[in-house]
C-alpha cells in the first residue's frame, strides 16, 4: 500500500490515504508519486495536487508517518507537530517528527533556555541577559 497525507489549506494533515502501490507505477515500471496523486484526484476531485502529500510508513522518505493534526513543512519536506519553528537554527528531525536544536540539552542546567543568539543552551536565572 501507498499512503499519502492529505492536507487542508494550511498544511495540517486532515486525513491518511491508502491506495494500491499499482496507481502509482508508470509506464516503464516504476512507481512515482505524481502517479498516486492524479489517481487521488481523479477520485477526489474537490483537492488540488499540492494537498496530496505521499508519505512513508516505514520512514525511507519524508520521516515517519504523520498523523492527523501533523503540519507539512514544506521547506524542510517534513511533518512535525508544531508547523513554527522554535529558532531559526532548529532543523526538522524528521526521525521523530519534531524540531530539534544544533546542539544537544546540556542535562546539568537547572532552567535551560535556548539562547538563540549564542546558538547554544543557557541557564536562565534572575541574572540572564538573554534575548527571547
Given at each position: 500500500?501507498?499512503?499519502?497525507?492529505?492536507?487542508?489549506?494550511?498544511?495540517?494533515?486532515v486525513e491518511i490515504?491508502?491506495?494500491?502501490n499499482s496507481n502509482l507505477i508508470d509506464s516503464n515500471g516504476i512507481e512515482k508519486e505524481i502517479n498516486g496523486i492524479n489517481y487521488i484526484l481523479?477520485?477526489?476531485p474537490d483537492l488540488k495536487s499540492n494537498q496530496i502529500i505521499q508519505v512513508s510508513a516505514n520512514g525511507n522518505f519524508r520521516g515517519n508517518l504523520p498523523t492527523i493534526g501533523f503540519f507539512y513543512i514544506r521547506e524542510e519536506d517534513g511533518f512535525c507537530r508544531i508547523k513554527n519553528k522554535p529558532y531559526p537554527s532548529w532543523r526538522l528531525n524528521k526521525f521523530y517528527n519534531k524540531w530539534q536544536p544544533p546542539k544537544k540539552l546540556n542535562e546539568n542546567l537547572n532552567n535551560p533556555i535556548?539562547?538563540?543568539?549564542q546558538k547554544k543552551w543557557a541557564e536562565l536565572?534572575?541574572?540572564s541577559r538573554i534575548s527571547l
Open positions: 500500500m501507498a499512503n499519502f497525507a492529505i492536507l487542508n489549506d494550511n498544511d495540517q494533515v490515504e491508502y491506495i494500491e481523479s477520485l477526489r535556548w539562547d538563540e543568539d536565572n534572575k541574572n
